[in-house]
Nanobody, 124 residues
Framework: QVQLVESGGGLVQAGGSLRLSCAAS????????VGWFRQAPGKEREFVGG????????YYADSVKGRFTISRDNAKNTVYLQMNSLKPEDTAVYYC?????????????????WGQGTQVTVSS
């Protein structure tokens, strides 16, 4: 089992940047595919991006492609979500999720472990 803790959320103006971290404990994180999701008030949780296990190919939702970047530091058991050119519509609680299998796509059901989330608010 792996425990996930997100950090790095906050309030930022439109056009600004934030970097979220997803720190894992309990297992070797390099053995896990990791996804980032977000949920805005009144909306369903949606896929933002993912990174495969090991060296990790990355995948992104069209809405964030070119603005967000996922990276992983397996030595630190941490995956990052660098968010640039933020827009008010990026406002949401951001969650990281992990599964001890290769990346299988953007579905929520593809991830067994979830963090508690971190709030990102983008003001206009």
């Amino acid at each position: 089992q792996v425990q996930l803790v997100e950090s790095g959320g906050g309030l930022v103006q439109a056009g600004g940047s934030l970097r979220l971290s997803c720190a894992a404990s309990g297992r070797t994180f390099s053995d896990y595919a990791v996804g980032w999701f977000r949920q805005a008030p009144g909306k369903e949780r949606e896929f933002v991006g993912g990174v495969n296990w090991g060296a990790g190919s990355t995948y992104y939702a069209d809405s964030v492609k070119g603005r967000f970047t996922i990276s992983r530091d397996n030595a630190k058991n941490t995956v990052y979500l660098q968010m640039n050119s933020l827009k008010p519509e990026d406002t949401a609680v951001y969650y990281c999720a992990a599964d001890r299998r290769p990346y299988r796509g953007p579905g929520l059901d593809n991830y067994a472990y979830w963090g508690q989330g971190t709030q990102v608010t983008v003001s206009s």
